[in-house]
């Protein structure tokens, strides 16, 4: 893993705001988890390199507009190419914020040690999308809608640098029989100093002859690790190949009555990024409540715990 780190000047990030997180953190409604800002979820497909050019350049920082190998390979192995000026291209833009959703953690409702401690120390960023996962499931072999996925929050719905901005890609193995997941890239702007993990859950929903069927298909956990205070950081995790990350279940194909193979419904991406701010508190009531959850969110926050 590559590891960018510029310093930036302190005062100036803690006069942005006098909450700890150095913005402000909202728990709506009651009992959910901390929350801020505004976020995004891009889900760039496989078919079209110049939107997912689009979708990976719009609204980066000064960092991520100077070219570099590393982010040129972050594009390459999203297909991204940069489009003609012909005049052609959409004026829309890709990126666009919405309110974080708000989540809610069951197991710490029922240990009031466990719930002041989330509440306190805790945030949660939470945004979904929703499209098919098959391009064409009546191929042969089956090829993913969409290859790599951008997660990023911002501070303000308009401001043009996000606070945090990652980006995933996703493969279906040679086989056809399994799918993989990796983290490409993740920036972080100045901030607190925090423990931080990302996770991903596809739900897919689907038809098997008469049958509707749902189900959460994986959701594991992308990465975990520990951001220093007050500096920006740029870090890339292209030096690590497919085969040291863990194969996931496909995603199931619709059926009809004959078993013929239609188009499955539209799946749905949850990308949710976890964050503490001074670990270390109550962190054994934490971790045992969250290893014994034994949910998405509990993984998540049991990886942000003990992140290095």
Known sequence: ????????????????????????????????????????????????????????????PLVLSVWSTDETAVRDACDAREPRSNGKESAAAVLVPADNQYVLWRPALADEKVEEAMQSYARVTAQDARRPFYSDPERRNLEPAWRCFRFTRFVNRDDEVPAFDFVGQLRIGDSGDYVQVRPLRLY????????????????????????????????????????KGDVEELHYFLDKYWEHYPILPVVPVSTDTRGRVLQTAPATVTLTAVEFRKPDQAKEALLRTARSAGDHLGALIAAALTAR
């Open 1 to 60: 893993m590559r590891v960018h780190i510029l310093v930036v000047c302190a005062t100036a990030v803690l006069t942005a705001c006098a909450s700890p997180w150095r913005e402000q953190v909202v728990a709506l409604p009651d009992e959910t988890l901390p929350t801020s800002g505004f976020s995004a979820l891009t889900l760039i497909p496989t078919d079209n390199p110049a939107f997912a050019y689009r979708a990976l350049a719009e609204r980066v």
């Open 188 to 227: 972080v702007a100045p901030g607190a100093e925090r423990n931080l993990a990302i996770g991903l859950r596809l739900e897919a929903v689907w038809r098997q002859e008469n049958t509707g069927k749902l189900e959460t298909v994986f959701e594991p956990v992308l990465l975990a690790m520990r951001l």
